[in-house]
C-alpha cells in the first residue's frame, strides 16, 4: 500500500548511544516532517524538510540531526540519546510545505532511552 | 506560539449518539486547520481539512466547522459506531506549514 514507511518500530537506546530513524514515502510528496508525541502533550515538530536538499528546525530541535537523502527519504539522527529522548516519533509527508491536502503520517516507532 | 486545546480529554457515549469534539486555539489567524484520527499505537489519519476561509467541511458522517473570530472549531460525528472509537486530534496552521497539535479527544463508542 502506498503511504509512508518508518523503520524500526520499537528501540531501546542506553544513554549515549546514537541511532537513524529511517523513513520513506512513495507518495511522490515534496514535503516531509519529524514528529515526537510525548504523554500530555500534542504532537511537536522536530525538523522538517520543504523539498529535496532541504531541511529546516522545527519546534523542539534540539538533540536531533536529520537528512533528506532523496525526495522519497528522510532520516532523523540521535547522535547521544538521553532520558529526555524517550517518546513516540512520527514520519509525515504532505504534497507541499504549504499543506493544502494534508498529512500522510508513518504508523511510528518508539524509542525508550534507558 | 499556538496554543491548542481539547476538552474533554475523553468521552464515553453509547453506540448510535451524535456528539461533539471540541478544539480551541489561541491565536485566530489561521492558514488552516486539520482533524486527524490515531487508533492505539498507530499512526494518524487525517479526516479534515478546513482551510481559513472556509467555515466547514463534510466527509460521510464526520462535520467540522470552524470559527476563527473565536478560536474555535468542532468536529461533529453523526450516528457513532464502535468503530469511531479512537484519539481524535485538532491541529493548528499559522502558516501552512507548522502545524500545532492538541493533546486529543478519546472517544469510546460503547456497542
Known sequence: NAGVTQTPKFQVLKTGQSMTLQCAQDMNHNSMYWYRQDPGMGLRLIYYSASEGTTDKGEVPNGYNVSRLNKREFSLRLESAAPSQTSVYFCASSVDLVVNYGYTFGSGTRLTVV | ?111
Open chain 2, 1 to 111: 506560539k499556538q496554543e491548542v486545546t481539547q476538552i474533554p480529554a475523553a468521552l464515553s457515549v453509547p453506540e448510535g449518539e451524535n456528539l461533539v469534539l471540541n478544539c480551541s486555539f489561541t491565536d485566530s489567524a489561521i492558514y488552516n486547520l486539520q482533524w486527524f484520527r490515531q487508533d492505539p499505537g498507530k499512526g494518524l489519519t487525517s479526516l479534515l481539512l478546513i482551510q481559513s476561509s472556509q467555515r466547514e467541511q463534510t466527509s460521510g458522517r464526520l462535520n467540522a466547522s470552524l470559527d476563527k473570530s473565536s478560536g474555535r472549531s468542532t468536529l461533529y460525528i453523526a450516528a457513532s459506531q464502535p468503530g469511531d472509537s479512537a484519539t481524535y486530534l485538532c491541529a493548528v496552521s499559522l502558516t501552512g506549514n507548522q502545524f500545532y497539535f492538541g493533546t486529543g479527544t478519546s472517544l469510546t463508542v460503547i456497542p
